[in-house]
């Protein structure tokens, strides 16, 4: 072996792949200036005799270090460490302002966090906008259009997606959040779990310290990849900042900040913008989930926090799984440049791409502007269906729920009196087949968290009417019960 040789040195007992203990002995040289791009690897032979390995085991450690983008070949020269290597994307990113653990993907640590309380919540406020009538000229269109994309060839694309689709989605957030993003970040997703998951992937280990809204949706799948949970409290204009001071070792910021679940808090431009400075000064990395955010009560717009950042230290997720049905879901990143090959790579290893079929139709119905005039008819729509589920809501006596007027979204936040119990609330306002409302106590980590519902008005009136009128029952019911255990 030449004395300027990477040479890997692991733990020869540990119960880890040899492709892992690889990667993280890069990632330690790497993090410690050991080595550097276009360092020269030992060869497989070397590495089999000297750590006791069978060589097909190790060049198959080599070859997954290669897709991944760790080590690169130089045919005729020998293997190298990349100089695209995950580890250092995230350091470009640290010094723009960034601060990133190592690399890995990353099993999930603790099943056990996603309980009877996450099952209930995991897809309230993401569920399709139901249609009375309209809805059977929108399916025909999509059948129409569906067979049309399927007599295309299928041909894997882009692992970002397909150019044309990317550009439309670039064009559409520059406008609708004001954003100044490029098609070159765009990356077209299968759903929003597989944002969630890859986020993850790339930048969160059992170490990764990681601040959020409380309460919040999201507590219950950042729970299964790291501990380290950093909770911030809410009022009704978001996260309140001035707790932000408390912490200081957050490499990770999750916000929703358009329609928050459970609250429906909108995160004001101030507190963005505070946000913001917290996050540079701390080198923290924002990713910034912004779903339900076509959807908006409030003359006000507010940019996006990507549209404000100015130090590239947002990643951008985008969903439209309130505007379609189930089976037409699609979501969309915009990330910073720094790790655009990364992502690539982790995309195209994970399912190459997402379905061409699904890319291509959504790319006629941007080109048929089919996409805006639906998100105008379903903003219509949830108009008249919020406007009847706070006329249903101010029948209930005073004293026993409060609430503000949702200013975005598809769900009213109501809040209980502290005596009401929200879960048997929440049991008593769903059906086998319906679950307009989900509680509030679950998604809270803080102690001493308020009861509530979210009550979604994506639903017909009808069933919007019928929870109300069940919630009214189940708020009476208690307080009986509360007065009998009194005397």
């Known amino acids: 072996m030449g004395e300027d040789e990477f040479f890997f040195n692991i733990d020869k007992d540990s119960n880890e792949s040899v492709s892992t ?181 790339l930048l969160i280990d059992e170490h990764t310290a990681v601040m959020l809204e409380d309460p919040g949706m999201n507590r219950f799948w950042l729970q299964a990849y790291t501990s380290q949970l950093r909770p911030v409290p809410l009022d009704d204009s978001g996260i309140i900042t001035e707790e932000l001071a408390r912490i200081n070792d957050a490499h990770l910021a999750y916000i929703s900040p358009s329609c928050q679940i459970p609250t429906g808090a909108v995160l004001s431009r101030t507190r963005r913008e505070k946000l913001l400075q917290w996050a540079q000064a701390h080198k923290t990395i924002i990713v910034e989930e912004d779903t339900n955010c076509e959807f908006s009560f409030d003359s006000r717009i507010i940019p996006s926090i990507h549209a404000l950042d100015d130090s590239a230290r947002t990643f951008y997720i985008g969903a439209a799984e309130s505007i379609f049905p189930e089976q037409m879901h699609f979501a969309f990143m915009v990330l910073p440049e720094a790790v655009r090959a990364p992502f690539t790579r982790l995309k195209s290893l994970a399912n190459r791409c997402t379905s061409p079929i699904l890319q291509r139709l959504m790319l006629r119905m941007f080109e048929t502007q089919y996409v805006q005039e639906r998100i105008r008819k379903l903003q219509r729509l949830l108009e008249v269906r919020r406007a009847t589920l706070l006329q249903e809501l101010d029948k209930i006596p005073p004293g026993n729920v409060i609430y503000s007027p949702a200013k975005g979204g598809t769900f009213q936040s109501v809040w209980l009196s502290s005596h009401i119990d929200d879960l048997a609330a929440y049991e008593h306002c769903s059906t086998p087949d319906l679950a307009p409302a989900s509680p509030a106590s679950p998604y809270y980590l803080l102690p001493a968290g308020r009861p509530g519902l979210s009550i979604s008005f994506a639903q017909p009136v009808e069933s919007i009417a019928a929870c109300a009128d069940r919630l009214r029952a189940a708020l009476l019911a208690q307080q009986h019960t509360n007065s009998g255990s009194r005397r």
């Not at 690889?22 to 550097?36: G, H, S, T």
């Not at 045919?75 to 302002?97: C, D, K, M, V, Y």
Request: aromatic share 8%; glycine share 6%; charged share 25%.
């Open 21 to 201: 203990r690889f990667r993280d002995a890069i990632a330690r040289a790497l993090n410690n200036n050991q080595i550097k791009p276009g360092d020269r690897v030992a060869s497989i032979r070397v590495c089999s005799h000297r750590l006791d390995l069978s060589q097909s085991a190790v060049r198959k450690a080599f070859d997954q270090l290669i897709a991944e983008g760790w080590l690169e070949v130089r045919h005729g020269s020998g293997t190298f460490i990349s100089s695209s290597s995950p580890i250092l994307a995230r350091q470009s990113i640290e010094h723009a302002g960034g601060h990133l653990e190592t690399q890995g993907v990353r099993k999930i640590k603790d099943a056990t966090a996603f309980g009877a309380a996450s099952e209930l919540s995991c897809r309230f406020g993401y569920e399709p906008i139901s249609e009375p009538c309209g809805g059977a000229r929108f399916e025909q269109a999509i059948e129409l259009w569906t067979s049309d994309c399927r007599s295309q060839p299928a041909a894997l694309s882009d692992p970002a997606g397909l150019p044309e689709l990317r550009e439309y989605i670039a064009t559409w957030l520059n406008q609708s959040r004001a954003m100044k993003c490029s098609a070159n970040n765009v990356f077209v997703m299968n759903n929003l779990q597989e944002c969630r998951s890859f986020i993850a992937r």
